[in-house]
């Protein structure tokens, strides 16, 4: 089972095309930033929150789930 945090960076990382929160997600998921601390940019704040709602209601399909892995996989301690 994955990690809340992760999960949520995972989340993140495929809710925008936007490139500065893609990094955002990179640097939760290697514990660079927290998710309170990256809540702090509003652009970033909107689709943080956006992910935490779908983590919470569980609506991830598997086809997303398995995004999310192959995110975790691929940019776990990979540095930007």
């Known amino acids: 089972m994955l990690d809340r945090t992760s999960y949520i960076a995972g989340i993140l990382y495929y809710l ?3 490139a500065d929160v ?3 997600a ?3 998921l ?3 930033l927290t998710l ?3 809540s702090k940019n509003k652009t970033v704040k909107r ?3 956006l992910a935490e709602k779908q983590f919470k209601s569980k609506n991830v399909s598997e086809p997303m ?3 999310i892995i192959e ?4 940019n776990l301690y990979e540095y930007i």
């Open 16 to 18: 925008t095309n936007d």
């Open 22 to 24: 893609k990094k955002v």
């Open 26 to 28: 990179i640097k939760i």
């Open 30 to 32: 290697n514990g660079e």
């Open 36 to 38: 309170k601390e990256a």
């Open 47 to 49: 689709y943080l929150s």
């Open 65 to 67: 789930h398995k995004q």
């Open 71 to 74: 995110f975790i996989e691929k």
